[in-house]
């Protein structure tokens, strides 16, 4: 899955939980504030704008910083197929996959730990 299609998916998925709270408050505060309808809408109208939003950003991360971002921002620090660390120089760079489903691999510099840039697992 592309990431401009994850994207719609996390905004479709999630504004319909949004929908479903708004809607909770909207009749709690109509029916005169009934304290239950108002905690369960809320919940159901924030805990997925924050994953919403999270995942957005993570995602919007993974698509900019590439091997080819890195290249073009740090041109100074590719030489041939070899990277180096653009904050302290350091040749040796580790990856490591990320967890939690987002099926990305991680580049960082083992002696400062900045991370360099991101790759999608192959599959």
Not at 34 to 42: R, Y
Not at 94 to 112: D, G, K
Request: charged content about 15%.
């Amino acid at each position: 899955m592309n990431y401009a299609t994850s994207k719609i998916f996390i905004i479709v998925f999630c504004s319909i939980f949004m929908l479903i709270g708004g809607g909770a408050i909207f009749s709690a505060l109509l029916a005169g504030g009934n304290l239950f309808f108002l905690v369960w809408g809320a919940m159901f109208f924030f805990i997925p704008l924050t994953i919403m939003r999270g995942r957005l950003k993570q995602l919007s991360t993974f698509e900019k910083m590439t091997y080819d971002w890195y290249k073009s921002e740090h041109p100074d620090h590719i030489q041939g197929n070899k990277v180096s660390c653009f904050s302290c120089g350091n040749a040796r760079i580790n990856v490591r996959a990320l967890m939690n489903r987002t099926f990305h691999r991680e580049h960082f510099c083992t002696q400062c730990g900045k991370t360099l840039y991101y790759s999608p697992e192959q599959s």
